[in-house]
């Protein structure tokens, strides 16, 4: 998930497509929210991928470079500022603040933020955090090893593998830890593609939507069959909930690449993207914010009988909900902002 940038990026180094998936992944993250609950097949569908794709693009641009522990010293510092503090303040702003409730948002798993009854995706934010401190550490071994691919490989496997076969706890293991590993293993596993991915940006865009729906499509008509061979109702990354892992990497890759395409082709079809811009570069802060009105939403849409389990309701709410976090956060950028993980110039 993006962490906060300053300005939106249309030229340089930064690659405007990953911003652009990162907003149609938080886009899909909040109707997934909206269709809590529910049954419908479309939320199956986007839980298949969503929280797997942002590991994705976080993949794609993590450097190969850890040349010293003090790097690693201090990615650790500035990610406890872009995640960790602002989890602290939202947890604790979504919870009772009681002395119960804080020591469940300090064990910080998908079932404990359920127990302190806060916001229950706040639960990506520490993961990460660990996360990105173990692909650091990796990174740093590999590099140690004068980057020897094999070593690498062996790395991301062993990450998959942990947090693959690690027995499943009730209330969770603390910051999610378990499914950290296989954070870093997707992480690992996208640098791998990077430069798959940045050679599809000179295709044709038509060419990339129709094979984005394609993939849509296939993952549309199989998710419910992998899940069916897997015996889960979906996939959770939250609660370590895979399935068959063969399928579970079929999925993630589907939905992905279907993602990243369809964003590829936006960027060279669509000339005026600093809004599509905006929304990915801060996917962080909405998923913070939108985690209380999302609910007034589903409610709302109860309450009027059209349900909250209508997918197409649904995806309207969603755009509502991302214009709505809109002006929140840039309020939050301006007056607050380590509140959205952003640092006071020091």
Known sequence: ????????????????YIDIARGIAIYLVVVGHILSG??????????SFHVSLFLILAGLVQKWEVADLSQITRTVKRRFFQLIVPYMIWALLYSDCSFKSLL??????RTSLTKAQT?????FLPMFFLSSIEVQILLYVYNKFK????????EMAGCFAIGYFLPKLSFGYPGSVNVSFMASAIVMASMLLRKLYDRMVSDNAWIKIAISLVLFC???????????LSQIDYIRLSKAQYGNWILFI???????TAVILLAQSIDELVSNKRALLFVGMNSMPILCVHARYVNWFADFLDYTGVGHNNVFAAMAVGIVCILISVPIILFLKRYMPAVIGD???R
């Open 1 to 16: 998930m993006a962490v906060n940038d300053e300005q939106v990026a249309v030229s340089g180094d930064r690659k405007n």
């Open 250 to 256: 079929v999925q993630i890759l589907a939905g992905s």
């Open 38 to 47: 529910s049954k419908v097949y479309f939320r199956t569908v986007i839980y």
């Open 218 to 228: 296939a993952l549309y008509c199989c998710v419910g069959k992998c899940n069916s």
């Open 343 to 345: 640092r006071i110039n």
């Open 147 to 154: 980057q020897n691919r094999i070593l690498f490989a062996c």
């Open 119 to 123: 916001g229950g995706s706040l639960w």
């Open 104 to 109: 469940y948002i300090l064990y910080a798993s």
